[in-house]
């Protein structure tokens, strides 16, 4: 049998940060001192309160299956949730699917809305796993590329010369993994005048959304174009519940039924037990939320602020989420994927290379500050004594 794979696979990579992580779960078990700060989840515990809920949940004997939509009670929490913090107006007996993860609300979505030769637009530099959910869904990513001069800044000029007739979809996502950027009112302005332009279905990734710093306000597309958006969000970042796999998709009800199809058949629905523990994190956690952002916040500024005097990088603060993404071409290896090689190698540093976000990141790298103040410094001591050391 000469096919082994489907033809699609051969445009998808595996995830570089998944692969990332192999490596220097390898170079650890040989003994190797790394400071890792590639990592893509809180270094925090998920809060007291959470944990219990569940606790309490499998002890209830709450190990069954859910109905796929997710339990009413969250549903119910969630769209709680839209309307009051994001001004997102959905049902919650039809406008919210909770799903194993935002990464599979993500999957689920594309898989729902794209047919092949269908396109999706992406804003580049980007999440490494978007194009390729893209390719696996049988469309074709498309990125909108961003210019590091303008901040990587979104234009309607940049997002429309991306269109084409096959657009189908415009995939958004602030605040921006890597580049920590939020999307302003005039970005947002350009990207529904767009979308309602050419009759587009957004889809707005919005997991970072509680990690934010100086007030800056997040926007929701789905506030002011709720019948083309879909709304993903989930409580891996914002609650330190990586592990846990709960996120949720909403939006119009015929989209979300769509979508909800994808789950049916797939993963039927999210751990029981799991989603009474997001109902207490929507519920009962914020003081712990607000208490991972202070921390946040002062390990922003000791990270930039060391980035910056290191030679031949600049770093702008980031807005949101907790990466910094630093421009390394001053420092005589202008490629991120060699810098982060480079970083590994001779620093023991390991950091994210900005290819892997597509175009746009090519010099630049990805450091993640959900790591310890202790570890922050002791990158980039190591990082300053690579560079001095040239």
């Not at 499998?58 to 549903?75: D, Q, V």
């Not at 989930?234 to 989209?255: E, Q, V």
């Not at 789950?263 to 523990?277: D, G, P, R, Y």
Request: with cysteine.
């Amino acid at each position: 049998m000469a096919k082994r794979a489907a033809h699609r696979l051969a445009a998808v990579e595996r995830s570089a940060t998944v692969a990332l992580l192999d490596r220097v779960q390898q170079l650890r078990a040989t003994g190797a001192a790394l400071v890792d700060l590639s990592r893509g989840e809180p270094d925090f515990v998920t809060p007291g309160e959470v944990t219990e809920a569940a606790v309490a949940a499998l002890r209830a004997g709450r190990t069954h299956y859910s109905p796929s939509r997710g339990l009413p009670a969250l549903r119910e929490a969630i769209a709680a949730k839209l309307s009051a913090d994001n001004g997102i107006v959905v049902g919650a007996a039809d406008g919210v699917l909770v799903t194993p993860s935002a990464k599979l609300a993500l999957y689920a979505a594309l898989t729902s809305l794209l047919d092949p030769g269908d396109e999706v637009v992406i804003p580049s530099p980007g999440w490494v796993s978007y194009a390729a959910m893209v390719s696996l869904a049988g469309a074709a990513p498309v990125p909108a590329l961003l210019d590091p001069a303008t901040g990587f800044r979104i234009t309607e000029g940049v997002i429309e010369a991306a269109v084409t007739p096959a657009t189908r979809v415009l995939l958004l996502n602030s605040p921006n993994n890597p580049t920590g950027r939020m999307t302003d009112a005039a970005e947002l302005d350009a990207v529904l005048t767009v979308a309602r332009r050419h009759d587009l279905v957004i889809i707005s990734d919005e997991i970072y959304e509680h990690i934010r710093y100086d007030d800056r306000p997040h926007l929701s597309p789905a506030a002011y174009f709720l019948e083309n958006t879909l709304t993903v969000n989930g409580f891996s970042k914002s609650h330190a519940m990586t592990g846990w796999r709960l996120g949720y998709l909403a939006g119009p009800a015929d989209l979300v039924s769509a979508a909800l199809k994808v789950q049916e058949h797939s993963v039927s629905c999210a751990a029981t037990f799991t989603q009474i523990a997001g109902t207490t994190a929507l519920e009962d956690s914020r003081p712990a939320v607000e208490e991972m952002l202070s921390a946040y916040t002062a390990r922003r500024a000791l990270l930039v602020e060391g980035l910056n005097s290191l030679p031949g990088v600049t770093c702008a603060r980031p807005e949101g989420s907790f990466y910094a993404f630093p421009d390394i071409s001053g420092t005589g290896v202008p490629d991120g994927s060699d810098f982060a090689e480079w970083m590994l190698d001779d620093a023991g540093v390991v950091m994210t290379p900005g290819p892997a976000f597509g175009a746009g990141g090519h010099a630049h790298v990805r450091l993640s500050f959900a790591a310890s103040e202790n570890e922050l410094t002791q990158a980039l001591e190591r990082m300053d004594k690579a560079l001095r050391g040239r």
